[in-house]
């Protein structure tokens, strides 16, 4: 049975530092809640929780990509690892990009659902083959480059493997959904 409680609380100021209880609160007040978990207690590691801030940030938002694309990643990646805590709060920031309900049901059921665009297709059969076998065969490589420059490929595996990895350190970390 898999334990149910965080591993490690959430961190308060003596835990994060000034610099992170700040960066705690600002960034919880965005996702709309007074304790996002996953920043309260990654931010206990410090310098690195920063480093981490800023390369997550230059992907998403900050990245490349239509921050459509980048939710379909992410949501798609939070259900294959079913990881509530990232899909809950990608299921927020998916409808303001355009993440429909309708969407997010087809999104699911996977690239192999009616109704996705070629480039949806290709862009989740690639999500897909990533957090199954860390790799991509090269018919999933030519469908996708078809639809993609060289640096949106390159983001595309950063961002899918960025998430893959968050939701392994949610759910090894035991962390919380938030309130």
């Given amino acids: 049975m898999v ?10 100021l003596r835990e994060l530092g000034p610099v992170n209880w700040v ?24 310098g690195l929780f920063r480093g981490w ?11 490349s990509l239509r921050r459509y694309e980048s939710e379909l990643v992410i949501l798609r990646v939070a259900h ?14 998916g409808k303001r990009a355009g993440v429909t309900q309708e969407i997010l049901e087809r999104l699911k059921a996977g690239p192999d659902a009616p109704g996705w665009s070629d ?10 083959q990533l957090v199954a076998t860390r790799d991509l ?9 078809a639809h993609y420059d060289e640096r949106h490929l390159i983001e595309i595996v ?13 759910t090894a970390l035991r962390i919380q959904t938030d309130h």
Wanted: proline fraction near 3%.
């Fill in 3 to 12: 334990s149910t409680q965080p591993r490690i609380a959430p961190g308060r």
């Fill in 23 to 46: 960066v705690w609160q600002v960034l919880s007040r965005a996702a709309g809640t007074d304790d996002a978990h996953l920043f309260s207690t990654l931010g206990r590691t410090k």
């Fill in 53 to 63: 801030l800023h390369f997550s940030g230059k992907l998403m938002p900050g990245g």
């Fill in 80 to 93: 294959l690892r079913a990881c509530d805590y990232e899909m809950d709060h990608h299921i927020r920031l």
């Fill in 119 to 128: 480039k949806e297709r290709a862009l989740l059969t690639a999500v897909d």
């Fill in 137 to 145: 065969d090269d018919t999933a490589w030519q469908t996708l480059s």
């Fill in 158 to 170: 950063l961002l899918t493997n960025q998430y893959e990895g968050l939701a392994s350190t949610i």
